[in-house]
């Protein structure tokens, strides 16, 4: 059974840092990209960050470079997202997912498997 369970996520205030992690099992993580994407409301889910399966190349959405940091460990079945001076625009429904790929997609089409979600709230 395949499961994502991200956590870390709440309310922080503007510039301030969260870490998010996904926990993954149910399939060989090592063989998978890894992605986090984002939905704020009434907004289109939208890519952030994602990385190869041996964690050597990380792609990120233009306005978050330089402030967020993907990160994985195949040892553990879990990728991380760190998230520095977060902006109020950063507010969202984080995800994580898993794409049976060795090159990093950026459409969430790419990816067969999800997790359910983490919120992230950045206000003062």
């Known amino acids: 059974q395949v499961q994502l369970v991200e956590s870390g996520g709440g309310l922080v205030q503007p510039g301030g840092s969260l870490r998010l992690s996904c926990a993954v099992s149910?399939?060989?993580?090592?063989?998978?990209?890894m992605g986090w994407f984002r939905q704020a409301p009434g907004k289109e889910r939208e890519f952030v960050a994602a990385?190869?399966?041996?964690?050597?190349?990380?792609y990120y959405k233009d306005s978050v470079k330089g402030r967020f940091t993907i990160s994985r460990d195949n040892a553990k079945n879990t990728v991380s997202l760190q998230m520095n001076s977060l902006k109020p625009e950063d507010t969202a429904v984080y995800y994580c997912?898993?794409?049976?790929?060795?090159?990093?997609?950026?459409?969430?089409?790419?990816?067969?498997?999800w997790g359910q979600g983490t919120q992230v709230t950045v206000s003062s």
């Open positions: 990385l190869t399966p041996s964690g050597g190349m990380k």
């Open positions: 149910g399939f060989i993580f090592s063989r998978f990209c």
């Open positions: 997912a898993a794409g049976a790929r060795v090159i990093v997609e950026m459409n969430s089409r790419g990816y067969d498997y």
